[in-house]
């Protein structure tokens, strides 16, 4: 009976779609189609459209051709888009600082202790927080830890010293490399290559899969395995556009949304395990992993962040993160 209802769903649906014109999703991110978050973009598309037979059509631009990560909060705000996916370091133009929590060094262990947090309550809230920017969160999406690059090899804190190094637009990965004695350049996504390429920044950090698929290992000689923090996204959509929709249609994308969330953490890890080995046979860059006792000192420099930034974020926030992961921040 339930399947016979659904299937009904779907033919009611189809035929409005063929009465009307489709809904039009915009979906503009930043990264290449072969990252986890750019299949996933991918595979909520064809969710989506299937589900709403048709009612929704949604169009990918991947790789900032629509929009660059400056414009792109805006352009969601303003209604030119209506699907977004940014790093979870990119909300502070939004007036909300409290996302930055997930850019302090060394918070998680593994994905296992992130996903305690994202799908956890602290999540939930984080995703309510937006809605007075007249944002709806719709997801947490992975990528993953970051490693170092630059031109020169990287094994203790102190190798960074004196280097202009590419961040994302948030203050604590500005303190973060503060705190390693280099100089934190805020820059786009999309001019990150040129930049490393022109020697305007010496050097960046990110998760492989980004690494690899902006060609940045071309143009750095050394990329260190540092698992120093984490990258993953918020999936957003206009709030107005949201409740706009009819409520079959909200539901059918909120299915597509859930699945093509699984699938997009389940291939995270797997995305970026490869894209280091694919960085590793160009023969272009030095790929060097550091050991147990190099990451305790990186991890021993980069722990005063956490108490610096606590004003920002939130001391009960952080508070809240620790309990969930079970943090330890003594020395191992
Ligand atoms: C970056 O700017 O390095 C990343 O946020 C890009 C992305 O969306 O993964």
């Not at 589900?51 to 705000?77: I, M, N």
């Not at 060094?105 to 999540?123: A, I, M, Q, S, Y």
């Not at 050394?222 to 909200?250: C, K, M, Q």
Request: charged letters at 25%; a negative charge.
């Amino acid at each position: 009976m339930k399947t016979l209802l659904a299937a009904l769903g779907l033919l009611v649906l189809a035929a409005c779609a063929q009465a009307a014109d489709p809904i039009i999703i915009k979906f503009s991110h930043v990264v290449a189609m072969g990252t986890p978050k750019g299949k996933a973009a991918q595979r909520f598309k064809e969710l989506a459209e299937q589900y709403t037979g048709g009612a929704v059509r949604v169009e990918v631009y991947p790789d900032s051709t629509l929009y660059k990560d400056k414009e792109e909060l805006e352009a969601l705000q303003l209604g030119a888009v209506q699907m977004i996916a940014p790093s979870l370091a990119k909300f502070s133009p939004l007036g909300i600082r409290s996302f930055e929590v997930f850019d302090l060094p060394f918070l998680f262990d593994d994905e296992g202790k992130l996903h305690r947090v994202t799908n956890g309550p602290v999540g939930e809230e984080l995703l309510e927080s937006l809605e007075s920017r007249g944002i709806k969160g719709l997801a947490f999406w992975d990528n993953g830890f970051k490693s170092f690059s630059a031109n020169r090899p990287i094994h203790r804190p102190e190798d960074l010293r004196g280097l202009r190094m590419r961040i994302q637009s948030s203050q604590t990965l500005y303190e973060q490399m503060r705190a390693l004695g280099a100089q934190p350049e805020v820059m786009g996504f999309s001019e990150v290559y040129q930049a490393l390429k022109a020697g305007v920044v010496d050097g960046t950090e990110n998760p492989h899969s980004n690494l690899y698929t902006q060609h940045m290992h071309e143009v750095q000689s050394h990329v260190t395995i540092s698992r120093h923090g984490y990258l993953g996204y918020a999936v957003l959509t206009n709030l107005r556009f949201w409740e706009s929709l009819p409520g079959d249609v909200r539901e059918a994308l909120a299915r597509a949304m859930k699945e093509a969330t699984l699938y997009e953490n389940s291939i995270a890890r797997e995305e970026n395990a490869r894209a280091i080995e694919r960085v590793r046979a160009s023969g272009s860059t030095e790929v060097y992993e550091l050991s147990a006792a190099e990451r305790e000192a990186f991890r021993q420099a980069l722990l005063p962040v956490h108490r610096k930034m606590a004003a920002r974020i939130g001391p009960d926030l952080i508070e809240a993160v620790y309990e969930a992961t079970g943090f330890d921040p003594s020395p191992r």
